[in-house]
Every structure is written in C-alpha cells, then in structure tokens.
C-alpha cells in the first residue's frame, strides 16, 4: 500500500523525496481544502504524515493511520466508479506552477508490472509558494491536468482530477507539503518529528473544521454471490440488491479502513 512522493528536480530528472523539516520555518500559506469533495462522506483521510523517524507509525494524533516514511496527506475516493465521476483537485494556496506531469495511466501498482522508474508519484502539480514554501499534488488521473509550469494560480483553482497513477493502490491525491524542500505536516506545523506536538495548523479555521479525525470508516458494504476480490469491489461489481434462491452462498462484504491486528468489528444489517 506505499505511495512514494517526490518533487520534480529538472526537465530530465523528475521526482525526489524530501524528508521532514527540523528547523525554524517562515510563515507558511494558509492552507484549504484541496479537493471538491465533502471529507469523511464522499472522500476519506485515509493515511497522515508519519511523524515517527523509527520504522514505528504516528500520525499526528499519534495514531495509525499512515505507514512507514509517508510523508503526505492522502485523500481517497471510495472506489474506481467515484473516481471515473470526476473529482476535482484545487489548489491550496496560491502560487506559481513549478512542475507539472501528465499522461501516466490510471493503474493499480499491485496490478501492474510497469516500472516507474522515477514517477512514483504519478501525474502530478508543484505549486511555489513564498518563503520557500511549496504544495505538490500526486496521482492525478491521466489527461486531466489543466495548468501548465510557469502559470500563476488562485486559491482554490482547479489543477486536474484524482486519480490512481504511479505508484498507488486505491485512487486518491497524495498531498504534500514542504518548506524548502523539507516535509511539513500540515495537521502540526510543528517541524519536530514529535507526533504530540504542538505546533500551529496550517489549515486555514474553515478548512480545519472539515477535518475530523477518524481513526477508521467504513468505504464500501454489500452483498455477493461469492467471495469477492478486493480488485473486483473496488471497480464497481458485487452492488446487486436482490439475489436468486439457488445461489449457493450469500456473502456480506465490507471495504474499510483503519483496521489494526486484534481490532473486533461488529456490524448490523
């Protein structure tokens, strides 16, 4: 499930991974929503920065929800189905085009064989903020970016759709931010590796509020004839609503996230 990130380095060499900040910063921009969609309904947070440098997991509650050296925020979509409708990527600050990168494929990485070989990070748009700061938005769906390198965006303006390029196994936008070339996480501020620290959001207030931590949800639920696969959910099949008496099972499937070894779901139809 890692999703690497990367910035773009040149026009030949394209993305390298910054690492998390450990110095006094200059006021970072106020950050908002970077997606069109309604979080924790129509999309989820499903993995955070990774504050701990040991091989161990925090998220900025000191939480689980990331995994070893990730190093953004990622903001998925349910299913291929929600991603094929179209949701829009929205600039979080403004700023100017960096890098841009488009025409990856839309492609699971556990079911492609295709080497990367540098575009871990799929399509993708860096935005240059003042002070050294800088957004980068990865795994944009192919053909979908709409601005170019060098072009000065607004708040709020649209830079493509999210999608599942590069090396990613459910589509959504890995968002990053850095502060001359260092990672921030935008839930702390606070540069430390430190998962209880306490440093300033960089969400602006009305943004914040759409952030409620969830330590797990609940994605997709139904019903199948058969065991269903994963692959096969999240494409869109297994929705039927009534069955046949002759089936020769009846199975209740459900896609969620946030599940730890030993936690006991219980759930009611």
């Not at 910063?25 to 309604?38: G, K, Q, S």
């Not at 839309?106 to 993708?124: C, F, P, Q, V, Y």
């Not at 330590?215 to 058969?226: C, N, R, Y």
Request: hydrophobic content about 40%; some cysteine; charged content about 20%.
């Amino acid at each position: 499930r890692k999703i690497l990130t990367a910035i773009f380095a040149g026009l030949a060499a394209l993305f390298i991974d910054g690492t998390v900040g450990s110095r006094v910063m200059a006021a970072p921009p106020a950050l908002e929503v970077p997606v069109a969609c309604e979080v924790g309904s129509d999309c989820f947070i499903q993995f955070y920065v990774d504050r701990d440098p040991s091989p161990e997991v925090a998220d900025y509650r000191c939480g689980a929800l990331s995994y070893d050296g990730h190093k953004g925020t990622d903001f998925r979509l349910v299913d291929l189905p929600a991603m094929n409708r179209g949701t829009v990527v929205l600039a979080a600050a403004a700023g100017t085009v960096r890098a841009i990168r488009d025409g990856e494929p839309d492609i699971s990485a556990d079911e492609s064989t295709r080497a990367l070989d540098g575009r871990e990070a799929g399509n993708a748009v860096v935005i240059s903020h003042d002070s050294g700061w800088e957004t980068q938005y990865s795994h944009l769906m192919k053909g979908s970016v709409t601005v170019r390198t060098g072009q000065q965006v607004r708040t709020g303006q649209a830079l493509g759709l999210i999608g599942l390029s590069g090396n990613s196994t459910f589509p959504h936008l890995h968002f990053t931010v850095r502060h001359d070339g260092k990672v921030v996480d935008p839930f702390a501020g606070d540069p430390s590796p430190d998962c209880a620290a306490t440093g300033e959001r960089l969400w602006t207030a009305a943004a914040a509020k759409q952030f409620a931590y969830m330590p797990g949800a609940v994605l997709l639920a139904g019903f199948a004839a058969q065991i269903p696969e994963r692959h096969d959910v999240r494409r869109g099949a297994h929705r039927a609503r009534e069955f046949s008496t002759l089936v020769p099972l009846l199975v209740f499937w459900v896609d969620m996230f946030g599940l730890a070894e030993g936690d006991i779901e219980r759930l009611r139809i």
